[in-house]
Structure formats: structure tokens, C-alpha cells
């Protein structure tokens, strides 16, 4: 039987490639919702090739717009915050992949954990800010979630070759991004569209900055911590450029398993909609009929400070990765308008927490107040 599929997010990067391999695999979907938050020109072009249940359109005058261009199609538009929250927990769905960015992902996660919804993850920094609220959930309704990061897919993988109480640590392997070697002097002349080149994934401008300055890693090893019920000491991070291994895992015999693919994120988001089956590759292979080097090194945690920033958060906890998130957010958004420079993003998250007292086991109410104070205060800090 065909899988129903909901994608929050599906004019994004991972939302459209989702639909690639909805498309590869006709037979075995069926997609019932969409959402975008304001590109309704694809959104329209989804819906009538799709003809999903539902759609949603997070901007209400877009919302409006797309209505009365579609007509009577059949797909019933939602808009606003309420109206993702509604699409998340749309009753037909299987499984709800979220392909969200920043802070927004947290509710429709939330809404669709609590309607006993699979759900398939590529919004990390919803398990960042709300990581504790997402575990619970997850735990109270029985709900799977399925990772699409490509490292906690890798780990996924890897996980099935041993017990969890024989698992020593994970190592998450990061690319290094575009400035891997360069020093502070270096770095501080970086522009916008030096950062938005990623030497090996193709993704979306803000993951693909925070990839720049290790945030990205950073927010990893959060979601590591609460995808896998791990302790931070238990989450290693090793510098791999190739990108080939997508994340390791060492059992207590020493025993390292390591899952490799050619990169990209269409391998991660068919192995979380096809699990437990494995389907016929019909994307890019690794070639082993040539000489191919592996490399490994430990991350630059002086001139990329913001990784330790992560480990810092997630060791307080509470409302302190919100805080990171949101101050990040506001740090990435002001340097892709050429606002301030790159090290201006981890002098920024720095300065935030610091200033921060975090509220211990925080409810939803206490993280967006968390999430609202810290944009504010970056906001104020870069108007300096
Ligand atoms: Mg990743």
C-alpha cells in the first residue's frame, strides 16, 4: 500500500527533494499535504501535479493569493502559524516529513508527534530549541521519528550493528565547509557569497552558512544528544572534507562502523521514508575502480568557536540552545544582507548567552519567550 505522505516545507531544499524521490517511487506514495511559507509559484505547481488533500502557506496575503489562482482544485489552503500546525496533524498522513528551517519547525513537529504521526526529521534546530518537549512527545504517543540529516541517518544505520548499551560513542563527521584552514584575518573578510559555497552538499542558504561556521555541527551533536538519548561526552566530532562518511559509530569492543554514500541528501531522505526496507539505489554510486583518499582531522574549535558554543548550550540545557538558535538565526540573517561580518556570528551568539539565565525543563510558552528575548537582543547587539 502506498504511503501517505505530509511535507511541511516543500518548496525548500529537502522539500524538493523529498518529492524527487516521491517521484522515483510512484507506486509506493501518495503525497496528501504541502506547505511553503511563501513561494507560491512552485507551491502551485506541487499542487497540480500532486493534487494533495491539503496545502498550507505560512504568509496569510500568499495564502490568499494561491487561492484564488487555483480555484477549485480540490486541495483545501490553510494559512498562519495555525495552519501548519492543522497540515502537521492532518489525519490521513503516515508519515509527516518536516523539511522546515529555523525555529518555525518546532510546533508542526510537535503537532504532528502528538497525533501518533511518523515523523521523518530534517529540522534540526527544532530538536535544538525543543529537543526535551520533542523526546517526551515522541515518548508519550509511541511516535517514531526518523532522521533525514544525512550524520543521524549514518547513525541510524550504524546503530543496527549493536546493542545501544554497546555503543561507546558517535563521531559526526563535518565537512569543514568552505573556510576549512583559513585563520581569523582570513575569515574576517569573507562575503555572503563566499560562505553560500559548500564544498561538496547542496543545500539551503542558512544551513549552508551555519555549515560555514560549524554551527551547523554544532546544532548536530544537540540533535544527536536527543534523537539518541546520549550524553553530550559520548558525542565526538572529526573534520572529514570528502564527505563520504556520513558519521561513525564505536561499540565498546573498539569496533568502529562507519555508513558511506556518495553526498547527497536523497539517500538519507529515501532510507527515512522507505525504513526498515531498503529500495533499488538509482542515484549517483561511489566508484572504488579509482584511487580515492579519506581524510580526517580534529575541527578548528578556536576559529570556529561556535561548535563548543553548542556543547556549552546543550550541557546547561533548559532554555539555553533556544537562546543559541535564536541568536544565531538573527546573526545569520544580518550577515547574508552584508549587515556585519562572519566573525560577528559567534561574537554575537557569545555575547547572548552569556546575558542569558536558562529556565530549566521550559515549557513551549518559556522557549518562544526564550527564542523572542534572544532576537531582540542580538537585534540591539548588531544595531551596535
Ligand atoms: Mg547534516
Redesign the pocket.
Known amino acids: 500500500m502506498a504511503k501517505k505522505i505530509s511535507i511541511m516545507g516543500s518548496t525548500g531544499s529537502v522539500g524538493t527533494q523529498t518529492l524527487e524521490v516521491v517521484d522515483r517511487f510512484p507506486e509506493k506514495f501518495k503525497i496528501i499535504a504541502l506547505s511553503a511559507r511563501s513561494n507560491i509559484d512552485l507551491l502551485e505547481k506541487q499542487i497540480t501535479k500532486y493534487k494533495p488533500l491539503a496545502a498550507a502557506v505560512l504568509l496569510k496575503e500568499k495564502a490568499l493569493e494561491l487561492k484564488n489562482r487555483l480555484g477549485n482544485v480540490g486541495t483545501e489552503i490553510l494559512s498562519g502559524k495555525e495552519g501548519l500546525k492543522t497540515l502537521a496533524a492532518w489525519p490521513d498522513a503516515d508519515i509527516v516529513v518536516v523539511a522546515l528551517v529555523g525555529f518555525s519547525g518546532l510546533e508542526p513537529t510537535l503537532a504532528a508527534l502528538s497525533n501518533g504521526k511518523t515523523v521523518a526529521l530534517a529540522n534540526k534546530e527544532a530538536l535544538v530549541v525543543g529537543g526535551e518537549l520533542i523526546a517526551a512527545e515522541a515518548k508519550a504517543k509511541k511516535a517514531t521519528i526518523m532522521p533525514i540529516?544525512?550524520?543521524h541517518s549514518a547513525l541510524f544505520q550504524c546503530f543496527q550493528a549493536g546493542k545501544k548499551n554497546e555503543v561507546a560513542k558517535v563521531i559526526l563527521t563535518a565537512s569543514g565547509g568552505p573556510f576549512l584552514g583559513w585563520n581569523k584575518e582570513e575569515l574576517a573578510k569573507v562575503t555572503p557569497s563566499q560562505a553560500l559555497k559548500h564544498p561538496n552538499w547542496t543545500m539551503g542558504a542558512k544551513v549552508t552558512i551555519d555549515s560555514a561556521t560549524l554551527m551547523?555541527k554544532g546544532f548536530?551533536v544537540i540533535e544527536a544528544h536527543w534523537l539518541f538519548n546520549l550524553n553530550f561526552e559520548k558525542i565526538d566530532v572529526v573534520v572529514h572534507p570528502e564527505s563520504i562518511i556520513h558519521s561513525m559509530v564505536e561499540f565498546t569492543d573498539g569496533t568502529t562502523m562507519a555508513q558511506m554514500s556518495f553526498p547527497s541528501m536523497l539517500f538519507p531522505i529515501q532510507y527515512a521514508l522507505s525504513y526498515p526496507e531498503r529500495w533499488k539505489r538509482s542515484y549517483s554510486q561511489l566508484n572504488w575502480d579509482r584511487k580515492r583518499s579519506l581524510n580526517f582531522l580534529p575541527p578548528d574549535r578556536e576559529n570556529f568557536p561556535c561548535l563548543d558554543y553548542a556543547y556549552w548550550a546543550g550541557n546547561i540545557g533548559g532554555t539555553m540552545p533556544a537562546v543559541l538558535n535564536a541568536a544565531n538565526e538573527i546573526a545569520v540573517e544580518g550577515f547574508l544582507k552584508n549587515c556585519h561580518s562572519f566573525l560577528h556570528i559567534p561574537a554575537i551568539l557569545e555575547e547572548v548567552m552569556n546575558r542569558h539565565s536558562a529556565i530549566p525543563n521550559p515549557s513551549f510558552a518559556e522557549i518562544t519567550e526564550a527564542d523572542a528575548w534572544a532576537r531582540k537582543e542580538s537585534k540591539s547587539l548588531l544595531q551596535k
Open positions: 540529516d544525512s550524520e551547523n548536530e
